[in-house]
């Protein structure tokens, strides 16, 4: 089974700033990851996915992850915040065979953007 | 193009109740999920239908929940009875094809508070 492991369960980041948000993973298969973002009284929606390829994905609204397959890492980046990334992040894994379909979350991270 | 529809989005119930969560997914998606949130949490598979066939069902508390998608489209999650440790946000979602890679699409969720 894969699981995932969000570490920062709040992060405060003054506006226009840098911000990483760290998602770790523990799998046994080769794994699929995403990030989705969870605005208030919302849904989720995908930011950005890692199927294959180039280990830097870039998403929506600006956002970008890599991929470290030695660390067992996503973490999440965006050079300049803005006060609309106030929102819940989730990290997610999905193992890539067959068989093993199944999608697992994060416990998320809560960015809140300082004025 | 709608996404996915949830109804209704708030429910105030008292324990022991019966309560029903309807989904339509987005047209044309085989694949669709329920979802719980709880509080401060990522989300959990609740189960997973392949058109009309449930695939994944072994999150799902069997003693009150049930689920149905007939004719491989809309979808209804009942809870009976409910208990207060059901409070949660209850999350559709749908995908053209299963977890491995693609994308996921979500409604807006069911919030539930069981009293």
């Known amino acids: 089974a894969q699981s995932v492991t969000q570490l920062d369960s709040q992060v405060p980041v003054f506006e226009e700033a840098p911000v990483e948000l760290r998602c770790n993973y523990s799998?046994?298969?080769?794994?699929?990851l995403f990030w989705y973002v969870q605005y208030p009284n919302q849904g989720l929606q995908l930011l950005l996915k890692?199927?294959?390829?180039?280990?830097l994905v870039k998403g929506i609204n600006g956002f970008e992850a890599e991929f470290n397959k030695s660390q067992t890492s996503f973490h999440l980046r965006k050079p300049s915040v803005h006060i609309s990334d106030t929102a819940e992040y989730f990290c997610?894994?999905?193992?890539?065979?067959?068989?093993?379909?199944?999608?697992?979350f994060g416990t998320g991270t809560r960015l809140t953007i300082i004025p | 193009e709608a996404g996915v529809v949830q109804s209704p989005r708030y429910k105030i119930i008292e324990k022991k109740q019966p309560v029903a969560f309807w989904c339509n997914p987005i047209?044309?998606?085989?694949?669709l999920y329920w979802y719980r949130q709880n509080l401060g949490q990522g989300p959990e598979l609740l189960i997973r239908?392949?058109?009309?066939?449930?695939?994944?069902d072994s999150q799902l508390p069997k003693d009150r929940f049930s689920a149905e998608r007939l004719k491989g489209v809309d979808s209804t999650l009942k809870i009976q009875p409910a208990e207060l440790g059901d409070s949660a946000v209850y999350l559709c979602?749908?995908?053209?094809?299963?977890?491995?890679?693609?994308?996921?699409?979500f409604g807006e969720g069911s919030w539930l508070t069981v009293v």
């Open positions: 979602a749908s995908s053209s094809g299963t977890p491995r890679g693609n994308t996921i699409y």
């Open positions: 799998s046994s298969v080769s794994v699929y």
């Open positions: 047209s044309g998606h085989n694949t």
């Open positions: 890692y199927l294959s390829g180039s280990t």
């Open positions: 997610a894994v999905s193992a890539s065979n067959f068989g093993n379909e199944k999608l697992t």
């Open positions: 239908y392949e058109n009309e066939e449930a695939v994944d």
